[in-house]
């Protein structure tokens, strides 16, 4: 996200009240590109632009900071995981972590259950990077953990490097 700049303030004043209010509804419920998108098409006529509201809205989630609802992390605790594993239709033959990412969360890494009859992967947790915890680590130890709990491989193709294109684990 760009460097917030002095007068992003007032871009935010620019914005009619109600129009303000909605913004922080959706900074509030963690809604961040309808909160761009409604900082766009509200202010073009105000000349504010698409880098614009992006900052607009980034200063927003600064100010309200805690009060964000943001969605429940996914549990990765053995007992947890193997839970989840343990109710998927199938054998799981193997647990792998490959990453993903998108314009909100940047990188983050997907843990799977990767099960046979039928061929399948299943989504067991999605591991968000946060200032205490870099995703790959916790996404490895947790797969890991699983892996070895059940007896099965565990494949992490590319854990120092986010790539959503490495190799993916092939069954022998």
Do not use: N
């Not at 549990?75 to 947890?80: A, K, V, W």
């Not at 054998?91 to 993903?100: G, L, M, S």
């Amino acid at each position: 996200m760009p460097a917030p700049q002095p007068q992003d303030h007032d871009l935010w004043e620019m914005l009619p009240a109600g129009i303000r209010t909605q913004v922080d509804g959706y900074v509030l419920q963690d809604s961040l590109m309808r909160a761009v998108k409604l900082v766009w098409d509200a202010g073009r006529v105000r000349g504010i632009g698409l880098r614009e509201a992006q900052i607009v809205v980034h200063e927003r989630y600064l100010f309200h900071g805690d009060r964000i609802a943001r969605e429940p992390e996914c549990p990765l605790d053995l007992e947890s995981l193997a839970a989840l594993a343990g109710g998927l239709p199938g054998r799981v033959a193997a647990i792998e972590a490959v990453w993903d990412g998108d314009t909100v969360h940047d990188w983050f890494v997907r843990l799977l259950a990767i099960t046979d009859d039928p061929a399948e992967e299943r989504h067991l947790a999605t591991v968000y990077s946060r200032r205490d915890r870099d995703p790959s680590e916790a996404a490895a130890e947790a797969g890991r953990t699983l892996a070895d709990h059940l007896g099965i491989p565990f494949h992490f193709a590319s854990p120092d490097d986010p790539d959503d294109e490495a190799p993916r684990w092939r069954r022998p």
